[in-house]
């Protein structure tokens, strides 16, 4: 064999390793699927029924240049490459959540946004306690997928329900986070075994430390900043946490075992590594995080419901056409 037979035959075998390898990527980690987007509505006594198709009003012309109707646009078609997630925490007892958040990561441009769920927001049930953080103890999963989904007009493709100790390892993982706690905390709740008492300021929070921080809203006395405060506190130590992460991608192993002892995901394994691999490259001041608006009303927190619209709108909404405030189920009283 001559040398150029040679180095065109390796040149052959180079070239089915190669498609033999990315072959073998696409079947162990392929593109995430999404949700199913058939539009629902809630009915009186639990359950959903389909939701009529609502055509929008057109803002240009009402016909193209062949002189016919323009088509109807499909209301419920995906943005591509864009999908949504519940980021669930769970409280002490794991009967209630502690915490929620909306999540959608655009993967074509690389944003992500996260809005805090007040624990007391009020939603459209039948059940006596109307709060969504109830959810998950009287239907589990699903049922809080579902209220989430109804309440903001968007569908949750992906949950990731993470206990108080998962959290408290990744922070340990990524070496502890230097975050200013926002006021004096002095609280204990022995029920709970609940013990935080901190002082205002800069600080280095090491994973049980920021995991209090995170939990608290008032202090015995009642001063403090309640459930809002506590959500922007959460984001901020979680926006830390993320961006310490992404900056030690050589811990992936460490992080793969936290998630393996403390996470529970509907995410295949597969999808995971893909979602893994595009994270790489996203830039955290890419990260837009916010409160979805709402007003206390004792014993409620009230969705504001054009504020919540517009917030849906232009963070976390996964469609190719905007929504509109009959799409979201919000209750006012």
Request: glycine content about 8%; overall charge negative.
């Amino acid at each position: 064999m001559t040398q150029a037979e040679r180095l065109c035959r390796t040149l052959v075998v180079l070239m089915m390793t190669v498609a033999s390898l990315w072959g073998v990527w696409q079947i162990l980690v392929p593109k995430p699927a999404i949700a199913d987007t058939s539009p629902v509505v809630p009915v009186s006594g639990g359950g959903t029924v389909s939701r009529p198709v609502r055509t929008p009003v057109l803002p240009a012309a009402d016909s193209n240049t062949d002189g016919g109707e323009l088509p109807e646009p499909d209301l419920y078609e995906r943005r591509a490459d864009c999908w949504t997630f519940l980021l669930v925490g769970m409280d002490k007892g794991g009967g209630n959540t502690d915490s929620l958040m909306l999540v959608t990561y655009d993967v074509a441009n690389q944003k992500v946004s996260v809005g805090s769920i007040a624990r007391d927001t009020r939603v459209d049930v039948g059940r006596s306690l109307k709060k969504i953080n109830a959810a998950y103890a009287f239907g589990g999963m699903d049922e809080l997928l579902r209220e989430v989904t109804l309440t903001f007009g968007v569908p949750v493709d992906y949950y990731f329900r993470v206990n108080l100790y998962g959290f408290v390892r990744l922070v340990n993982a990524v070496g502890g986070v230097d975050f200013s706690v926002p006021c004096n905390m002095d609280y204990d709740d022995p029920e709970q075994d609940l013990e935080i008492h901190y002082s205002r300021g800069m600080q280095h929070l090491n994973g049980q430390q920021a995991l209090e921080v995170c939990r608290f809203r008032q202090n015995n006395d009642g001063t403090g900043y309640g459930d809002e405060g506590r959500q922007k506190t959460q984001r901020a130590v979680l926006t830390l946490v993320m961006k310490k992460a992404l900056s030690k991608p050589d811990k992936i192993s460490e992080y793969a075992s936290i998630a393996s002892d403390n996470l529970d995901t509907n995410l295949p394994l597969g999808n995971l590594v893909w979602f893994a691999t595009k994270a790489l490259s996203f830039n955290t001041d890419d990260l837009t995080a916010i409160s979805m608006p709402c007003e206390w009303k004792n014993p409620y927190m009230y969705l504001d419901p054009e504020a919540t619209l517009e917030a849906v709108n232009e963070y976390f909404n996964p469609y190719t056409t905007p929504r509109t405030s009959d799409m979201l189920d919000i209750i006012t009283r």
